[in-house]
C-alpha cells in the first residue's frame, strides 16, 4: 500500500515501489527497535546525488540514479529490482492483481490523507492490512500449488 500510495501521489513507478521498500524495510526496524546511528548512510556510488525527499510529511533519504529517484536506508538503495525480488515474488504470480488491487483502494482516498503519514496508516493501511494479507496470501498460495 506504501508503494501505490507513492504511485497515486505522482512518483514514477520503479520510484514508488523503492518507496515501498524502503517504507517496509523502515517500519520493520522501527518494529525492532533501531540500532544506535550517526545518521542516514549515504551509498557511496550515489554520494553527489543523495538527499532528503518528502512525501507529504513522511521524509526517506533518496538518490538519483540514471534519472530515477530511488530510496535509500542504511546504505543501501532500494532497486526496482529489489523490489521484484523481496515483495513481487512473495506474491506467486499474482502481483499484478494485488498492484492494481492496492492502486484502487489508495486511489479513493484524499491527497491529504495520502500526504499524512499519520492519516494513510489509521484510514488506509490499518483497517485493512491484515484482510489484505490473508487474502493475497491465500491467491499466492493457490498460484503456486498449480505450478
Do not use: C
Not at 521498500?21 to 544506535?36: D, H, Q, S, V
Not at 532500494?78 to 492496492?102: L, M, S, Y
Amino acid at each position: 500500500l506504501q508503494a501505490a500510495r507513492a504511485k497515486t501521489l505522482g512518483l514514477p513507478t520503479a520510484s514508488a515501489k523503492s518507496w515501498g521498500l524502503n517504507r517496509a524495510i523502515y517500519y520493520a526496524a522501527a518494529k525492532r527497535g533501531f540500532k544506535g546511528g550517526k545518521g542516514p548512510a549515504k551509498p557511496k556510488k550515489y554520494t553527489a546525488s543523495f538527499g532528503e525527499f518528502h512525501l507529504g510529511d513522511d521524509k526517506a533519504y533518496k538518490v538519483t540514479a540514471a534519472g530515477s529517484t530511488l530510496f535509500t536506508i542504511g546504505g543501501e538503495v532500494q532497486r526496482p529490482e529489489d523490489f521484484r525480488r523481496q515483495i513481487e515474488q512473495r506474491f506467486v504470480g499474482t502481483f499484478k492483481d494485488a498492484w492494481a488491487e492496492a492502486l484502487r483502494i489508495v486511489g479513493v482516498f484524499s491527497k491529504p490523507v495520502l500526504e499524512s503519514q499519520q492519516q494513510f496508516y489509521m484510514q488506509v493501511y490499518r483497517p485493512r492490512r491484515d484482510v489484505l494479507a490473508a487474502k493475497w496470501t491465500e491467491q499466492a498460495t493457490k498460484t503456486s500449488q498449480k505450478i
